[in-house]
């Protein structure tokens, strides 16, 4: 009797998450409880399968995240568009000391296990930069584009 009540919990759990959730029939059910499991309160999850890598796309606490899982389930990382004044500390002064009032945008924030490292876009007066920073301010041009 306890296995039954203890499958029919599972079975109507698993179908309340997937009323939610958008193109999960490729995704295995390793990848869709673990990301239950991680991410409990995201909604308007969207999954897209490609190249053994499962992406959930989805809303969590404001934001738009995408969540990315191998083909065994496991999180490899995440990646959310923030603001400029969502950055750390030392990320923004190490861009207002190189850049100064140059605009800033397109900033994404990817988390890789223990790693977090920022990518945005710079435009000076002379070129558009695609650069890259570590949390602790280190900054890297990934790519320049002349104006």
Known sequence: MK?????????????SFTTFARGEEKVSQETLLNFKKEFKTAENVSWVVADEVATASFNLNGFRVQA???????????????LFDQLPITVINSINNRFGTAPVYEIVEYTRGAETFYTMSV?????????????????????????
């Open 3 to 15: 296995k039954i009540i203890v499958g029919l919990t599972l079975l109507l759990s698993l179908a």
């Open 68 to 82: 990315y899982f191998d083909e065994d389930g496991q999180l490899l990382g995440t990646a959310r568009t923030i």
């Open 123 to 147: 435009e000076t007066t002379k070129s558009k930069l695609k650069i890259r920073a570590t949390v602790s301010g280190n900054i890297s041009v990934e790519k320049k584009t002349k104006k």
